[in-house]
């Protein structure tokens, strides 16, 4: 029989027979639950016609149900990915998504996000690259009391507060797989000063070049900044080397769409005079010709296991113990790869 009136959490509670906050799991689809629960709950939900009013239980919690993406990072595939992985585990629960880009450059940064974060009250942030590698950032989310997750290439917080990925292993294994073909001038696009990410797949760069007995040789390596603009400058540097390298390896893939504009204006054929390997396999890599042998990037996953800890940890103060924090990426090879030219 249907409840009259406006149904509440402690209806559902009490006839479901469980906690406020089982409920409250069962509403924004926590992991924690077996499927019994989870169905009981539902259906008395159904049946008493019960309907979360987040604004209620933002007053009595003094936390709104918002999620905030807090970034500054120059590759807009990326950012959309995240947002795309997020979105995927809030929709259908209490949770919104806000977004706050910051300037890392800013002098007032830390005070700034503070000031977002007394503003919106959110339930968590998502931390990405590179001001997720700021221990100051952390520390300020830390004190507000705003449950953060950290988004980074390698682990460098507690697991309930990171989704890392192996950046320096795969590139390290990507440099293996050209040098197993033959090549052994190889360039590096580098990504941008500051940037963990850019670090870490320099050093996967030296590490696979160590492993397969070649030199490393600094005039093959090229600034960028994760631009396609960066990577024709950069191109244009390596390619006026004499002799120039057989393959290059870019911090991502619009620095390497970049070299490969650069080199079609020379007149090379990719991959027969000029092999290159990009790094996130964002739709660019696949809409090339050819198309890009590049690294996959797990950001989508990574973004949906941030949001999976921001929402445990939200409702019970407890992260869920079963969430991974560090996710393998993959190198995908596709047809911009081939042996040196005799």
């Known amino acids: 029989m249907k409840k009259t009136g406006q149904a ?9 027979g469980v906690s406020k906050k089982t409920v409250s799991r069962v509403i924004n689809r926590s992991s924690l639950l077996n499927e019994e629960t989870r169905e009981r709950v539902e259906k008395v939900i159904a049946e008493i016609g019960y309907v979360p009013n987040p604004q209620a239980r933002a007053l009595a919690l003094r936390r709104n149900f918002l999620i905030g ?3 500054d990072n120059p590759n807009p595939h990326m950012v959309l990915n995240v947002q795309q992985g997020l979105l995927e585990v809030l929709r259908d629960t209490e949770f919104e998504l806000i977004v706050h880009p910051v300037d890392r450059g800013s002098p007032t940064m830390l005070e700034d996000i503070a000031r977002f974060l007394e503003r919106q ?3 968590g942030v998502m931390l990405l690259p590179p001001i997720s590698e700021n221990d100051s950032l952390a520390a300020l989310c830390g004190e507000i009391g705003a449950r953060y997750v950290r988004m980074g290439s390698a682990l460098f917080d507690a ?3 990171m989704v890392a990925s192996n950046d320096r292993e795969v ?3 990507a440099i ?3 040098i197993e073909l033959g090549h052994r001038r190889i360039g590096l696009v580098q990504g941008p000063h500051g940037f963990r990410s850019a670090q870490e797949r320099s050093l ?10 070649v030199a490393m040789q600094r005039t093959l390596i090229a600034q960028g900044d994760y631009t396609f603009e960066s990577g024709m400058r ?5 390619l006026d080397l004499s002799p120039r390298p057989t393959a290059v390896f870019c911090s991502n893939d619009a620095m390497a769409a970049g070299v490969l504009h650069t080199a079609r204006q020379r007149g090379l054929d990719v991959p027969r005079d000029l092999s290159i390997v990009g790094f996130d396999d964002t739709a660019i890599a696949s809409y090339l010709w050819p198309p890009l042998t590049t690294v996959r990037w797990p950001i989508a996953t990574m973004a949906r296991a941030a949001a999976l800890k921001l929402i445990a940890n939200g409702e019970d103060d407890d992260a869920d113990e079963s969430a991974e924090s560090l996710f393998v990426s993959t190198l995908i090879r596709r047809a911009s790869v081939a042996p040196p030219a005799e």
């Open 8 to 16: 509440t959490i402690n209806d559902v509670a009490r006839l479901a």
């Open 69 to 71: 993406l807090i970034h």
């Open 121 to 123: 009250r959110p339930y």
């Open 159 to 161: 697991g309930e507060h």
């Open 171 to 173: 590139v390290r294994g």
């Open 176 to 178: 293996g797989h050209l």
């Open 204 to 213: 996967g760069y030296e590490a696979g070049l160590e492993d397969g007995g």
């Open 234 to 238: 950069a191109a244009e540097r390596l």
